[in-house]
């Protein structure tokens, strides 16, 4: 069973992209990548993607990414994928294109309208099917990019005749499928509204202490629909999380004292990983290493694909049998 899965470096990563995404990477052994190439949509600074490149890696290897059993790798050191997304997007129905949530959402958030925004999920189903996994690991957001893949594959398959693609199933984690940011709306960077695991602990304390809550009385019976709530359980066991929940009900629980044991949780799980990371990044080779060896681990995997799509095209030369 191969798996697939990428993310782009468009900021620093929070605890939506670990629980959402970087958290199943580490445990699904399989194939991953940093999304350089789809951060240029909306990243406009090549200093800026560089630095978000390299502290994803660090931040990937210190929350326990193993590159031995699994290959990380980065998107632009494969260019042949950008070669691939040109001979899908030649099948890619534009009606299809015109349905995307993500590229109406990012529009409506300002990002200008290019033609690179548009095209975003083709060059995704190039990230995919060159690799012709089975799943792809990714947060609720990307469901309809992962079936768009599916529609690109087929199309593909049926107009040159042969099943050059498989068909890729989206892995999405249903317990976590969105998690709130400090506002109550979904975690995202361009929300302002995140809760990054590595910050500092002062910082990262004023903004569990920020989290939005009601304004009842400590007494009141607590409902525990809100986001502090959902935020403290993705770090809490079922039995604890029952009980927590009956405390609330039954009032006298303070949002201070659940913002407190959150901070704790969040401290206690990620403050090894922080002391890692800071290892990691002490050692000025770590993040080009892995990369370099990831991308030459993926290519071997992935040429034989990109001769399959050409061959099928009829594009380049023939592919000596
Ligand atoms: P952001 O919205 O912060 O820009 P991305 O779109 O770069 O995040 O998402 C990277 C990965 O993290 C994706 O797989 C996405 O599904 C997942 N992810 C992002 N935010 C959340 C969230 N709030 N809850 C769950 N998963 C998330
Ligand atoms: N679009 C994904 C995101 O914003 C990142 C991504 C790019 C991706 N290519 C991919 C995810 C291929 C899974 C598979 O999170």
């Known amino acids: 069973m191969r798996s697939l899965s990428g993310i782009q470096p468009s900021g620093e990563a929070h605890l939506g992209n670990y629980f959402g995404a970087i958290r199943q990477h580490v445990e699904i052994e399989g194939i991953y990548f940093v999304a ?34 699994s290959i990380l790798y ?16 030649t099948v890619t129905p ?6 995307a949530t993500s590229y109406k959402d990012k529009v409506a958030a300002g990002f200008p309208a290019d033609h690179g925004l ?9 990230d995919i099917l060159q690799f ?12 309809q990019h992962v079936e768009m893949t599916r529609d690109i594959a087929t ?3 049926q107009t040159y005749g042969r099943e050059v693609f498989q068909l890729p199933e989206p892995q999405i984690h249903e317990d976590v499928a969105i998690v709130p940011g400090v506002d109550g709306q979904k975690m995202s960077k361009s929300y302002g509204n995140t809760l990054r695991m590595f910050w500092p602990e002062k910082k990262l304390k004023k903004a569990v202490m920020g989290i939005v809550t009601d304004s009842s009385p400590v ?21 604890e999380r029952e009980d927590m929940f009956a405390r609330a009900k039954a009032g006298g629980l303070g949002y201070g004292d659940i913002k407190k044991d959150l901070l704790q949780r969040l401290l206690d799980v990620f403050g090894p990983m922080r002391t890692r990371r800071e290892e990691l990044a002490s050692r000025p080779d770590t993040v080009q290493d892995v990369l370099r060896t990831g991308a030459a681990r993926a290519r071997v995997l992935a040429e034989p694909i990109w001769a399959a799509a050409r061959e099928a095209a009829g594009v380049g030369a023939p592919t000596r049998r």
């Open 36 to 69: 350089d190439y789809h951060s240029m949509t909306t990243v406009r600074s090549a200093e800026a993607r560089r630095a978000h490149v390299e502290e994803l890696v660090l931040d990937y290897l210190a929350c326990g990414f193993d590159t031995e059993t």
């Open 74 to 89: 980065r998107q632009s050191d494969l260019p042949e994928t950008a070669e691939l997304a040109w001979m899908l997007t």
């Open 94 to 99: 534009m009606g299809l294109l015109q349905r």
């Open 118 to 126: 548009f095209a975003y999920p083709v060059l995704q189903a190039a």
């Open 132 to 143: 012709n996994p089975d799943i792809v690991p990714v947060g609720q957001d990307q469901k």
């Open 155 to 157: 199309k593909f398959n």
């Open 219 to 239: 007494e009141a019976p607590k409902d525990t629909g809100q986001t502090v709530f959902q935020l403290w359980s993705l770090f809490a066991t079922k039995t």
